[in-house]
Structure formats: structure tokens, C-alpha cells
């Protein structure tokens, strides 16, 4: 079983930065493929980033050159580094782990408003 807690959101002016972060469970955590996904109201939950147990990184053509995912295993830790915020960004945003099974944490909620 694995349990994902997310923090970092919160409430962001168009430009601005934010980091979110995501704490794992697991004792494996260093086989799995984290990811970042966002629903806003009305729209499907969809991928923003995804970061592979090798460290390869998938971005959704939306953030690409403004957000970066990483990791870190030891600390089983993923991070999604967000800049250049835009209104559209705004987002519940969930980690997402899997290995087996598929796994989300609760989410954060995003806001980019001026």
C-alpha cells in the first residue's frame, strides 16, 4: 500500500512561482513512476508531468519550459517546480504513483489569480 500527502499549493500571482511537493510511502519507492496530475472544475483530471523510476519526464505540451518535475528516492520525495504561472493553471493538483496498482494523494488546490 502507499500513501501520497501533498503540500506547497496555495494562492499565486500570474508570473509567480510555486513548488509543490509530495511524500511517498513504500518501501520500493525507487521502482515507481510518480506523476502530476491537475483537474479544475468542469474539465477531466489530466497529466502534467510524469517522472519514470530511471528519471525520465513527460510534460504536457501546456507547461513545458515553465514546470520541472524531479525526485528524490531517498527521501521519497517527487517535487513539481511550477513558474511563469498563468490563470489557467489553476488546478487541484494530485501525485500519482505507480508500480502494480495506481495510487493518488488527496490533492492540492492551486490558484493563479492577480
Known amino acids: 500500500q502507499v500513501q501520497l500527502v501533498e503540500s506547497g499549493g496555495g494562492l499565486v500571482q500570474p508570473g509567480g512561482s510555486l513548488r509543490l511537493s509530495c511524500a511517498a510511502s513504500?518501501?520500493?519507492?525507487?521502482?515507481?513512476?510518480m506523476a502530476w496530475f491537475r483537474q479544475s472544475p468542469g474539465k477531466e483530471r489530466e497529466l502534467v508531468a510524469r517522472i519514470t523510476h530511471s528519471g525520465g519526464t513527460q510534460y504536457a505540451d501546456s507547461v513545458k519550459g515553465r514546470f520541472t518535475i524531479s525526485r528524490d528516492n531517498a527521501k521519497k520525495m517527487v517535487y513539481l517546480q511550477m513558474n511563469s504561472l498563468k490563470f489557467e493553471d489553476t488546478a487541484v493538483y494530485y501525485c500519482?504513483?505507480?508500480?502494480?496498482?495506481?495510487?493518488w494523494g488527496q490533492g492540492t488546490q492551486v490558484t493563479v489569480s492577480s
Open positions: 500519482n504513483a505507480v508500480d502494480s496498482s495506481t495510487y
Open positions: 513504500g518501501s520500493i519507492f525507487s521502482l515507481y513512476t
